[in-house]
């Protein structure tokens, strides 16, 4: 039995963007491109109201094939917050466009509401049945958005610990 393996991505720039291997390790960044020095990209904190991070655009892509098809996956922080006045925003979609630094429109819940694999979020594919079979297949888009209120403390959030999960036949 040959167990599935994956790799995560991030597209950058403007649409159609260019992607890259993040060696998982996606940062949130004040500038849209990828990087994991995030000390040269800082994101203030706001006097008032939010400051954003540019939007991540996340997905695995398969570097190892399942026997038959990966399915039903799953995608959760853990349960911890990231700090005083920082969240982490997250949602799926299909199709990507133009990261932003403004308040995003696919990012639009807190990742802490997807605590544990039972709250976990649905992370679909855009291939047939919702399966990924072959290499070189990817998931949609998770997108993620770092949210910085003004009660946030100046200086570098903890580690978020992502987890995936899917069923494999």
Request: glycine share 6%; net charge negative; hydrophobic share 40%.
């Given at each position: 039995?040959?167990?599935?393996?994956?790799?995560?991505?991030?597209?950058?720039?403007?649409?159609?963007?260019?992607?890259?291997?993040?060696?998982?390790?996606?940062?949130?960044?004040?500038?849209?491109?990828?990087?994991t020095n995030p000390g040269s990209y800082t994101i203030p904190v706001?006097e008032t109201g939010y400051n954003y991070s540019y939007e991540n655009?996340?997905?695995?892509?398969?570097?190892?094939?399942?026997?038959?098809?990966?399915?039903?996956?799953?995608?959760?922080?853990?349960?911890?917050?990231?700090?005083?006045?920082?969240?982490?925003?997250?949602?799926?979609?299909?199709?990507?466009?133009?990261?932003?630094?403004?308040?995003?429109?696919?990012?639009?819940?807190?990742?802490?509401?997807?605590?544990?694999?039972?709250?976990?979020?649905?992370?679909?594919?855009?291939?047939?049945?919702?399966?990924?079979?072959?290499?070189?297949?990817?998931?949609?888009?998770?997108?993620?958005?770092?949210?910085?209120?003004?009660?946030?403390?100046?200086?570098?959030?903890?580690?978020?610990?992502?987890?995936?999960?899917?069923?494999?036949?």
């Open positions: 039995m040959a167990l599935a393996a994956f790799s995560l991505y991030k597209r950058y720039g403007t649409s159609p963007g260019t992607e890259t291997d993040t060696s998982w390790n996606p940062c949130f960044l004040s500038s849209d491109l990828h990087s706001p655009w996340l997905r695995l892509k398969c570097t190892s094939a399942p026997d038959n098809a990966i399915a039903n996956i799953k995608f959760w922080f853990a349960a911890s917050d990231p700090g005083t006045g920082l969240d982490i925003m997250i949602g799926t979609t299909a199709t990507y466009a133009t990261p932003v630094d403004s308040a995003s429109s696919v990012a639009t819940v807190d990742g802490t509401t997807y605590s544990d694999v039972s709250s976990a979020l649905a992370w679909g594919t855009p291939q047939a049945n919702d399966k990924i079979t072959a290499v070189a297949q990817y998931t949609d888009y998770l997108v993620m958005q770092l949210r910085i209120g003004a009660t946030a403390n100046q200086g570098a959030m903890t580690t978020a610990t992502m987890h995936y999960q899917y069923d494999e036949s």
